[in-house]
Nanobody
Framework: VQLVESGGGLVQPGDSLRLSCAAS????????MRWFRQAPGKERELVAV???????TYADSVKGRFSISRDNGKNTVYLQMNSLKPEDTAVYYC?????????????WGQGTQVTVSS
């Protein structure tokens, strides 16, 4: 199983970024895909979820600014981040979790750094 994030970087406040997470080694379309983030000195925070049926949920802090989507043909999940703020600065992690066997089938990527600074 592999989850490989990409698309992070240094941007200014108000800019946009799109993160990608390419998955392999499991039946992508059946898994819930989630983006988490962790800022220095803070706990890991759930940012967005998209289920196998494409239902989405978001943390209050990113509602209206971030959008999660998935392409099951490409085994990839995306996080479109608009109107970025300095408080969005964090390492962003991709997570794949089976909706039923979530204790046994729960995978993480290595993370990608997003820095929002002027």
């Amino acid at each position: 199983v592999q989850l490989v994030e990409s698309g992070g970087g240094l941007v200014q406040p108000g800019d946009s970024l799109r993160l990608s997470c390419a998955a392999s080694g499991f039946t992508f379309g059946t898994y819930d895909m989630r983006w988490f983030r962790q800022a220095p000195g803070k706990e890991r925070e759930l940012v967005a979820v998209i289920t196998g049926g494409a239902t989405t949920t978001y943390a209050d802090s990113v509602k209206g600014r971030f959008s999660i989507s998935r392409d099951n043909g490409k085994n990839t999940v995306y996080l479109q981040m608009n109107s970025l703020k300095p408080e969005d600065t964090a390492v962003y992690y991709c997570n794949a979790r089976h909706p039923l066997l979530w204790r046994q089938l729960n995978y993480w990527g290595q993370g990608t750094q997003v820095t929002v600074s002027s």
